[in-house]
T-cell receptor, first 111, second 109 residues
Framework: DAGITQSPRHKVTETGTPVTLRCHQT?????MYWYRQDPGHGLRLIHY???????DKGEVSDGYSVSRSKTEDFLLTLESATSSQTSVYFC??????????FGDGTRLSIL | DAKTTQPNSMESNEEEPVHLPCNHS???????IHWYRQLPSQGPEYVIH???SNVNNRMASLAIAEDRKSSTLILHRATLRDAAVYYC??????????FGTGTRLQVFP
């Protein structure tokens, strides 16, 4: 299995609070991705990174920011969490055109 | 990005072959056909991918129509562990994957 660790695995927080999710990889892969998955939906891309300090928006980026200061870590931040951001968040990594490998997800509940 | 169409759900009995169809009539010449699956409470898992020719690996086979407008993921002998949501995805020149809602496969003992 690809070395991907998401933390925390579960989090409950209140509306308006900042939240940061972490994705850590040990594979030295160039590309990292953040997705969210809601009931009845497939995964939707939030942001992705193609190198240190190089990031770009996905299809549902509003309300989210990301940072990648080193190859192994990709952080997803909700500056002021809203109930609509309650979801399961998945991180993925890939090396160029190779298949993506996914983490086990973070279940985030915003009350 | 070109879209794919899959049935919402399919059923199979254990140890029987399963053929999961996918239509992608707007596929472009450079799009690869990828399949991922997602087991309950887990992240998606890569299964197989191909461009034009049929592909086999230890998990499954991928049969691609000659006009590339459809493909079929074949599980040769379904097991209970194969119960999952299967996603057919077209991947072009970017590294992004666009997930649809997939096919939920149920496997009965």
């Amino acid at each position: 299995d690809a070395g991907i660790t998401q933390s925390p695995r579960h989090k409950v927080t209140e509306t308006g609070t900042p939240v940061t999710l972490r994705c850590h990889q040990t594979e030295n892969h160039r590309y990292m991705y953040w997705y969210r998955q809601d009931p009845g939906h497939g995964l939707r891309l939030i942001h992705y990174s193609y190198g240190v300090k190089d990031t770009d928006k996905g299809e549902v980026s509003d309300g989210y920011s990301v940072s990648r200061s080193k190859t192994e870590d990709f952080l997803l931040t909700l500056e002021s969490a809203t109930s609509s951001q309650t979801s399961v968040y998945f991180c993925a990594i890939s090396q160029g055109s190779q298949p993506q490998h996914f983490g086990d997800g973070t279940r985030l509940s915003i009350l | 990005d070109a879209k794919t169409t899959q049935p919402n759900s399919m059923e199979s009995n254990e140890e029987e072959p399963v053929h999961l169809p996918c239509n992608h009539s707007t596929i472009s010449g450079t799009d690869y056909i990828h399949w991922y699956r997602q087991l309950p409470s887990q992240g998606p898992e890569y299964v197989i991918h191909g461009l034009t020719s049929n592909v086999n690996n230890r998990m499954a086979s991928l049969a691609i129509a000659e006009d590339r407008k459809s493909s079929t993921l074949i599980l040769h002998r379904a097991t209970l562990r194969d119960a999952a949501v299967y996603y057919c995805i077209l991947r072009g020149n970017t590294d992004k994957l666009i997930f649809g809602t997939g096919t939920r496969l149920q496997v009965f003992p």
